[in-house]
């Protein structure tokens, strides 16, 4: 067949235990609807934004590599595909916020708009239908690159055809541009107008600079946990792993400095809507989460890079840094969100579990179900051929 394997099948096994864990999730959050209707909302909010922001950044990354090229991104295609994959189920998934938008978005209420002046000036363009069209022109531009360059990944392993790549290429240039735009107005429209009198330049750049940031510490893992296998040998070696470990640096700095010129151009301009939402998210508790997220999200993932020392230690490395980055993304999203509606105290309720659980499930599960039978590399591309012969 190819001299690359196929991904271990055993990968499989996951999909009936992530689909079962998804569907106790979601049950737990109908079940909430009920005993405590004005937090389920919220909860499926924040674990929407986590996936969501998984399943996007894998699609621009995905689309970054096949614009630039180099050895780093081969390695993680097949997991970057799979990630990618799940943007289509991420619009469904997105259905019942519409039904909560009352509950999430002071501009949604017709009450708290006639009371608003502000919320009255930005009506034009702060109300549910326009809200409901852009966030469909999004997903149709999101799910049209990751069905396409799907769709050209398999023909591409199933005839070999060059052409797919140059294709593919085509596209995400095309794409790479939407993506950075659609991708920092979801930002605006999901999360920065929970509330609508805080404004910040920054803020959609920095939520995608977040996204490709964990979508890369996801793909790492696979590939770190698979570096041993055949199909990886002639690609993992010592300066591919200090690519990739460069690369997730860049990324990790990246964020760092646009969270730090978003604070400093609100500290400078001391607006009191800039400054409520920081003190908001610095009070009540939030303070101690926004440390251990700076700590662990950011400080111990930065020496972790700096540090990394021999072969199998970069591997290491990378993989603990890489699940750092992973874990405590929830605690940054949750920072984000949470404060929005409690910003007196610091809370946790079983429907935040309940929400990652329910909607993380379907996800995991359909990113397995791409990566099952996939060779481990995209061995048509011309691209790594070339790579491969310049060893």
Known sequence: MSQYPALDTRLARWQRPALAVGALGLALCALGGWLAPAHVFRAYLFGFIFWASLGLGCLGLLMFHHVTGGRWGFPLRRVLEAGAATVPLLALLFVPLLFGLPDLYAWARPAAVAADPLLQHKRPFLNVPFFIARTAVYFLVWSGCAILLARWSRRQDATADPGLSARARRLSTAGLILYLFTASLAAVDWLMSLEPHWTSHVYGWLFIASQLFVALALALVPVVLLRRRPAFAELLDATTFDDLGNLLLA???????????????????????????????????????AAGVLALHAGVPFLLLILRGALAHRARTLLLASACILLFHLGGVYWLVMPAFYPAAWRLHWLDAAAVLGIGGPWLALALRRLRGAPLLPRHDPRLQEVLSHE
């Not at 990790?252 to 920081?278: C, D, H, K, R, S």
Request: hydrophobic share 60%; net charge positive.
């Open 251 to 289: 990324f990790l700095l990246m964020w760092l400095y646009l969270a730090f010129i978003q604070y400093l151009v609100i500290w400078q301009a001391n607006l009191p809507e800039g400054v409520t939402w920081y003190l908001r998210r610095t009070a009540g508790g939030w303070q101690w989460l």
